[in-house]
């Protein structure tokens, strides 16, 4: 099984609030169809519900947020999803939305919910999930993002691959030059911040990559705009990225 984290600044247009990139989606998807096991994927909320975690001033803090700003916040997820939904079915594929309060309850993983979702991803579907405000209790709400998403199912589920789908070719040693680490070893990497991406931006997606390769799990940072380089990944062959390489710590 394959999870597969589709990154917000990949699937819509940071700078533009609600738009997404069709072309870049319906690469994606084209080349999902190329890959013959199990897959599931999270999406992230890019231009949709970051930008509106942002104007409500919403975090990943449980906390009694703007019921509005939930709300849109809720609205703007489903729109997106929508947009993921049609360009895997018009490529033949058989997507199958759960949204996340379908495993979650407050902010913990429902593990039997969770095994449901790898019965749903082994048989011909493909599950599809996503970030989002969620009710966490005492009129409390909070922002789940894709990226703790993939922990959580990774820790379930046990996955042979996880990866995750970026605007950049993985890390880098290096921001001037871009200069390409290609296998983590520890070393703290330099980081580029969005400012709008209230759920942390990469240094986020570094902390729960770390986490999922600390279970012995692989995962791989990509380019998501070469989304050949995914395929690759999936069938051990050579490319650009950058590797968390799966070690259980005892």
Same mark, same amino acid.
């Given at each position: 099984?394959?999870? %597969? ?12 609030? =609600? ?85 979650? $309850?407050? *902010?913990?993983? %429902? ?80 980081? $580029? ?25 692989? =995962?791989?940072? =990509? *380019? ?27």
């Amino acid at each position: 099984m394959i999870l %597969i984290k589709l990154g917000g600044s990949i699937i819509t247009n940071k700078e533009k609030p =609600v738009s997404p990139r069709k072309k870049t989606i319906e690469n994606l998807s084209k080349s999902l169809r190329k890959i013959n096991e199990p897959v599931i994927i999270v999406h992230g909320g890019g231009s949709y519900g970051h930008y509106w975690s942002v104007k409500y001033d919403m975090h990943t803090k449980e906390k009694r947020y703007d019921p509005k700003g939930v709300a849109t916040v809720k609205n703007s997820m489903i729109e997106l999803n929508k947009v993921i939904l049609d360009s895997l079915l018009k490529n033949k594929l058989n997507p199958y939305c759960l949204p996340p309060t379908d495993f979650m $309850s407050g *902010n913990k993983p %429902i593990t039997k919910k969770i095994k449901e979702i790898a019965k749903i991803a082994n048989s011909d579907l493909i599950p599809v999930t996503y970030g989002d405000a969620l009710w966490y209790g005492q009129k409390k709400t909070y922002i789940l993002s894709g990226d703790k998403i993939m922990t959580h199912l990774a820790k379930i589920l046990k996955p042979r691959l996880c990866i995750f789908a970026l605007n950049e070719d993985g890390l880098y040693s290096d921001l001037k030059t871009k200069k390409l680490i290609y296998e983590l070893q520890g070393e703290r990497p330099s980081i $580029s911040e969005n400012k709008m991406d209230v759920t942390g931006g990469m240094t986020r997606k570094v902390e729960e990559a770390s986490k999922i390769a600390k279970m012995g799990i692989s =995962v791989f940072f =990509v *380019n998501g705009n070469k989304p050949e380089r995914i395929v690759k990944a999936v069938k051990n062959r050579i490319f650009e990225g950058t590797l968390f390489r799966g070690k259980r710590i005892v």
